[in-house]
C-alpha cells in the first residue's frame, strides 16, 4: 500500500465518521433533561456515538479498499496470493480497539464518580418495589417515616435513594432523570448489591417512575407519579403528612400523593417510558 492510497483511506474513514455521527449526535435519544446528571450522561452516550461510528467507518472503508483491491479479474481463475501474516496489520488492529476501549472505560469512569457525588443535604428516601406498584418512604428525625404512593421531591436538592424489593427483582427508572438501578429482593445474593443511587432533580414537572426490569404479567402498569416541586412545597406537603411505624412496601400515608397540599404552579407536565 503507498502512502498516498494510506492518506485516502484515512481520509475516507475520517469523512465517513463526520457523516455518521454528526447527525446521530443532533438527536436526543434520551428526550428531555430533568436532572444535574443527565446531561453528564447524555455528553457520554454521544461521546460513544462518535467511537462507535470510527470503528464502523473503519470496517467499512477498509471492507471495501479490500473488495476493490483483490477483486479477481475477469477470467483469473488462479488461488489468490498465499499470505502468511502482516505484523503491522495485527498490532494496529489490535492497538486501536485497546485504545478506544480504555478511553472509553476511564471517561466513563470518571463520569459515574462525578454524578455519585454525595451532598451533605441530601433527602433520604427508601423505595420499595413490588409487583406491581412502588412504595415511596421518607425516613423522619423521630424514627417515624412518610409513606406515599406518588414520588415528591424538591427541585435542586439531591436525592439518596436507596431501593429494595419485595419479591422479585424490579428497576428503578425516570427517564428524564437518566439514572437507572435494580431494585433487589434482601436475601442470599442481594444483600450484595449495592441498592443506592444519587440523583438531584433540577426541573419542575410531572413525570412517571417506570419499571424497566420484566417482573410479570403486569409489568407494563408498573408506574408511578412523581412530582418536582420548589423546596417550600415540598416542606409544606411533608408536614401534612401521616408519620407511620416503617414497614418495608407499606401503602399507610398519602396513597394519592397529597394532591390537597397544593399545585405545582409553573411545572411543565411531561411523560416518559420504558
Known amino acids: 500500500m503507498t502512502r498516498a492510497t494510506l492518506v485516502r483511506l484515512i481520509a475516507a474513514i475520517l469523512v465517513l465518521t463526520a457523516v455518521t455521527a454528526v447527525p446521530m449526535t443532533q438527536i436526543h435519544w434520551n428526550g428531555t433533561e430533568a436532572s444535574t446528571q443527565a446531561d453528564k450522561i447524555d455528553t457520554l452516550l454521544n461521546v460513544m456515538i462518535v467511537l462507535s461510528c470510527f470503528v464502523f467507518a473503519i470496517v467499512m472503508v477498509m471492507l471495501g479498499y479490500c473488495i476493490w483491491r483483490y477483486r479477481a479479474k475477469p477470467g483469473d481463475e488462479s488461488d489468490g496470493e498465499p499470505i502468511h501474516g502482516n505484523t503491522k496489520l495485527e498490532i494496529t488492529w489490535t492497538v486501536i480497539p485497546t485504545v478506544i476501549v480504555l478511553f472509553g472505560a476511564i471517561y466513563s469512569w470518571i463520569v459515574l464518580g462525578d454524578i455519585e457525588t454525595k451532598a451533605s443535604d441530601a433527602v433520604r428516601l427508601d423505595i420499595t418495589a413490588q409487583q406491581y406498584e412502588w412504595t415511596f418512604n421518607y425516613p423522619q428525625a423521630n424514627g417515624k417515616e412518610v409513606s406515599s404512593k406518588t414520588l415528591v421531591v424538591p427541585e435542586g436538592r439531591q ?6 424489593s419485595l419479591d422479585v ?50 409489568h407494563a402498569t408498573m408506574r408511578a407519579l412523581v412530582r418536582v416541586v420548589p423546596q417550600s412545597e415540598f416542606d409544606q406537603w411533608l408536614r401534612h403528612q401521616k408519620l407511620v411505624t416503617p414497614q418495608p412496601g407499606s401503602s399507610t400515608g398519602d396513597v394519592s400523593g397529597a394532591a390537597s397540599s397544593g399545585s405545582t404552579s409553573g411545572a411543565t407536565s411531561t411523560t416518559g417510558g420504558p
Open 159 to 164: 436525592l439518596e435513594i436507596r431501593l429494595t
Open 169 to 218: 427483582i424490579h428497576s428503578f427508572w425516570v427517564p428524564e432523570w437518566r439514572i437507572k438501578r435494580d431494585a433487589v429482593p434482601a436475601g442470599p445474593g442481594g444483600n450484595d448489591i449495592d441498592n443506592t443511587v444519587e440523583v438531584t432533580p433540577d426541573r419542575l414537572g410531572i413525570y412517571n417512575v417506570v419499571c424497566t426490569e420484566l417482573c410479570g404479567f403486569g
